[in-house]
């Protein structure tokens, strides 16, 4: 692998011995999946490369199965059949798809944030880090990606769509990922199928529709905000109004969430705003919720 091998020039390191087939076969065995061409490339070419010990590697197979099985275990399911590649000392990990739907494509597993696609390839990942790490720049999380332009190739704009329609299988975080890494692979041509998911009844789904909409950043997708940001306010209005009706005035108002004294408590609106089509009387349910918010906060402070 020629990226592989480039990467450890740049960076002045030699590559780790290969693993054999069987080495590969018996992650296989245990991980519950195949690995993609290119990671059967990469390891046959090194099983591993380390940079700085505990800062910066490439996970041996090994180490991948001890990451996969920890994902397992604990708190992620595989469904896209993740192969953790880097190991950086702080519990994110780029990993490669090897799943049907995303096979070959590389996204950034983080602990505390959103997955992310990252790179069409692990080519293109290696490229890039061999571009982008120093001895003092070595925090992929600041990694350039692939995604951070705004062309989309074909082969993306058809992957984003399927995954779209694969949504529909799953629920909560499975089903935010499939529909996060679908938008992202979608063009500013695909703004009339990415603008639906800013009423979607999930706040998380709707948070991600609106960020993939201003990084496109074209007429279309600042309509489709403008439309919704005009939604999102007369709702706020409805909501002060609601509350101001029984006896709670708003002291303040930011970023569409509504501040409520004593307290404080701030009451998150677009979380109201996205499940309003379910709840038979969104306002009266506002009005509750913010009743409880203010007495569990003053029983905790008597407390």
Not at 63 to 69: F, S
Not at 148 to 164: N, Q, S, W
Not at 252 to 276: E, K, N, T
Request: hydrophobic share 40%; with cysteine.
């Amino acid at each position: 692998m020629e990226s592989l091998q480039h990467l450890a020039a740049q960076l002045g390191v030699q590559l780790l011995p290969p693993a054999t087939a069987d080495d590969i076969h018996a992650f296989e065995a245990k991980a519950g999946f195949a690995l993609t061409g290119s990671l059967r490339e990469l390891y046959l070419t090194s099983n591993g490369l380390i940079y700085r010990p505990g800062l910066l590697e490439i996970n041996s197979l090994a180490g991948a199965l001890a990451y996969v099985e920890g994902m397992r275990q604990h708190w992620m399911q595989q469904i896209r059949s993740y192969f953790p590649v880097t190991e950086n000392n702080d519990s994110n990990s780029f990993c490669v798809c090897c799943d049907k739907v995303m096979s070959g494509y590389v996204v950034a597993v983080y602990h505390d944030d959103a997955t992310a696609v990252k790179f069409r390839s692990l080519d293109n990942m290696f490229a890039a880090m061999a571009r982008f790490v120093t001895p003092d720049n070595r925090d992929l999380h600041d990694l350039p990606s692939d995604m951070d332009k705004p062309e989309r190739t074909a082969g993306d704009i058809e992957i984003g769509r399927k995954l779209l329609e694969q949504a529909k299988q799953f629920d909560g975080v499975d089903r935010n990922d499939t529909l996060r890494f679908g938008m992202c692979l979608l063009s500013e041509q695909q703004v009339d199928e990415i603008a639906p998911y800013l009423e979607d009844e999930d706040y998380f789904v709707s948070r991600d529709a609106k960020e993939r909409l201003i990084a496109i950043g074209t007429p279309d997708a600042q309509r489709a905000l403008a439309t919704f940001e005009e939604s999102m306010q007369r709702f706020v209005t409805q909501c002060a109004d609601a509350l101001k009706r029984a006896g709670m005035i708003p002291t303040d108002i930011q970023d569409a969430c509504i501040r409520l004294d004593p307290g404080p408590v701030w009451l998150d609106i677009p979380a109201f705003y996205a499940i309003r089509k379910r709840e038979s009387n969104i306002f009266d349910y506002v009005v509750e919720r913010a009743k409880f918010f203010l007495k569990d906060k003053q029983n905790k402070d008597q407390g």
